[in-house]
Antibody, heavy 116, light 107 residues
Framework: QLQESGPRLVKPSETLSLTCSVS????????WSWIRRPAGKGLEWIGR???????FYNPSLKGRVAMSVDTPKNQFSLSLAAVTAADAAVYYC????????????WGQGILVTVSS | EVVLTQSPDFQSVDAGEKVTITCRAS??????LHWFQQKPDQAPQLLIR???QSMSGVPSKFRGSGSGTDFTLTINGLEAEDAATYFC?????????FGRGTNVEIK
């Protein structure tokens, strides 16, 4: 199981920070991704991380994104800097087997609002 | 990046009918194409991976086909529980990308 957590309200220009907690074993056997869906729009892949240090960010986020992993806690995190209203979305974490891009398990999602 | 053009955007069908959703990639992605179903207020669920491999527990009425640039998701015998948005997604080359989604409504 995957569970997202973090502030649900972020002010414009500040940093969005979310954590995904993963239950079960084999955390180090998978890639882990962040995906978001703005209201009324489609899904956007944000990036992925592996506990061995392999990271890839979607270039569309123009250097604002950072991910990290805490293997002993079976958690991985997302930071998105300088947020605007366009970053308001439901954010999902998902498991990516072998970096295949076929996301087989997802968190329930967390709605993040950007407002002052 | 690979652009996925999904059509139609919306389809309203009677229960028991068939729906066909297409996904066209901007370049050859071989068979690295996956289909998801997302119901309101739920996370997406992987239905089909690698164009035609059904995930465990997915009813046989969901069928994926295609290769190269053209892919299809067919849903036979639609039921009320199939009302959802369906997305295609490619994993041939990073960044992974999604289609815009098809909203399927049951009349």
């Amino acid at each position: 199981q995957l569970q997202e957590s973090g502030p649900r309200l972020v002010k414009p220009s500040e940093t969005l920070s979310l954590t995904c907690s993963v239950s079960g074993d084999s955390f180090t056997n998978y890639y882990w991704s962040w995906i978001r869906r703005p209201a009324g729009k489609g899904l956007e892949w944000i990036g992925r991380i592996h506990s061995y240090g392999n990271i890839f960010y979607n270039p569309s986020l123009k250097g604002r994104v950072a991910m990290s992993v805490d293997t002993p806690k079976n958690q991985f995190s997302l930071s998105l800097a300088a947020v605007t209203a366009a970053d308001a979305a439901v954010y999902y974490c998902a498991r990516d087997p072998a970096g295949s891009g076929s996301f087989d398990y997802w968190g329930q999602g967390i709605l993040v609002t950007v407002s002052s | 990046e690979v652009v996925l053009t999904q059509s139609p955007d919306f389809q309203s069908v009677d229960a028991g009918e068939k729906v066909t959703i297409t996904c066209r990639a901007s370049q050859n992605i071989v068979r690295s194409l996956h289909w998801f179903q997302q119901k309101p207020d739920q996370a997406p669920q992987l239905l089909i991976r690698y164009a035609s491999q059904s995930m465990s527990g997915v009813p046989s009425k969901f069928r994926g086909s295609g290769s190269g640039t053209d892919f299809t998701l067919t849903i036979n015998g639609l039921e009320a529980e199939d009302a959802a948005t369906y997305f295609c997604q490619q994993s041939d080359s990073l960044p992974w990308t999604f289609g815009r989604g098809t909203n399927v409504e049951i009349k």
